[in-house]
């Protein structure tokens, strides 16, 4: 699954790198503002996804001592600091650039419209590539699923973070396309200031939402409701196990869960019966629910809760 993400992280690097040099060039022998707010949108997009890139290496980390349960967050820590790049570098920028465009008197020079038009379709070009790519991984992991569904219940922040930037990116390209296109049909350049402060306006929700994503992965967010519910039925299948009394779970890496469990054993069970029993329930929960890591199972008898609160 990793070598995937970093397939997929390293075409869109290459992929958007090339793209920002040619965009910056594009905008600054144009005078375009929406082909300027493009290349700061590429620039942004390059530098998360190095973000991205280095997540995966730390992130792979073996857990330690200090850090018993491994470095999985880590790549949920890096998807959160490219969610903030996005905003101050891409949404920021572009919509300065726009506002600037509108209150000044500047234009785009005539000569450039037309390498504008021959950079900003190149760059949809790369661009629709590097999502088709993301796109490819997303429905290899959805099995079916619906792939909006997915996406936004996916605790993968690469893959989510690439697919939503190409799909930003693509959208920013269009607006830019049209700013341009009015410009050059009305002679006025304010279209590209408009054109400029929507590109603004997409990064900025592109940001707010990967950023929301991440900050509840990174409090500990819990393991999906279908997945809980198949953690229960597999207590539910031992007769041993008369009740859960507190099920316990969270996301300590992309495809990575903590499970803690405390549950109501029968009476009368040994201790080789309960460690045995433990071990196939963690066997049975991992079998059920594939991302489960690490498993603790508090086994009580029904007796020592009698007169405890239910949780």
Do not use: C
Not at 70 to 79: D, I, L, N, S
């Amino acid at each position: 699954m990793a070598s995937e993400d970093r397939r997929t992280v390293v075409t869109a690097i290459v992929a958007n790198l090339g793209i920002a040099v040619a965009k910056a060039v594009g905008g600054a022998i144009s005078g375009s503002t929406a082909m300027l707010a493009e290349a700061a949108h590429s620039v942004a997009d390059t530098v998360d996804q190095v973000f991205l890139l280095i997540s995966l290496s730390l992130g792979d980390r073996p857990a330690s001592e200090a850090h018993p349960f491994g470095y999985g967050k880590e790549r949920f820590f890096w998807a959160f600091l490219a969610a903030v790049f996005i905003f101050i570098s891409g949404a920021v920028f572009s919509i300065y650039q726009g506002v600037h465009q509108l209150v000044s008197s500047e234009v785009g020079r005539e000569a450039g419209f037309v390498l504008a038009y021959v950079i900003l379709f190149v760059a949809l070009v790369a661009e629709t590539v590097s999502w088709m790519q993301a796109l490819r991984h997303i429905r290899s992991q959805a099995a079916g699923a619906s792939l909006i569904g997915f996406v936004r219940r996916s605790k993968n922040p690469t893959v989510k973070t690439v697919l939503s930037e190409d799909t930003a990116a693509i959208a920013g390209l269009l607006v830019a396309f049209l700013g341009l296109g009015l410009h050059q049909l009305t002679g006025q350049a304010r279209w590209e200031g408009y054109a400029s402060i929507l590109i603004g306006a997409i990064l900025a929700l592109v940001a707010f939402v990967l950023g929301r994503d991440t900050k509840a992965l990174l409090l500990g967010e819990a393991a999906l409701p279908e997945e809980r519910e198949s953690m229960r039925r597999v207590f539910a299948r031992h007769p041993e196990i008369e009740g859960v009394h507190e099920l316990l779970t969270m996301a300590i890496g992309p495809e990575s869960l903590l499970v803690a469990a405390r549950v109501d054993v029968a009476d009368g069970l040994t201790g080789a019966q309960i460690e045995r029993l433990a071990r196939r329930i963690d066997a049975e929960l991992h079998e059920a629910v594939p991302a489960v890591r690490e498993v603790f199972l508090d086994p009580t008898s029904h007796g020592e809760h009698e007169g405890e609160p239910a949780d």
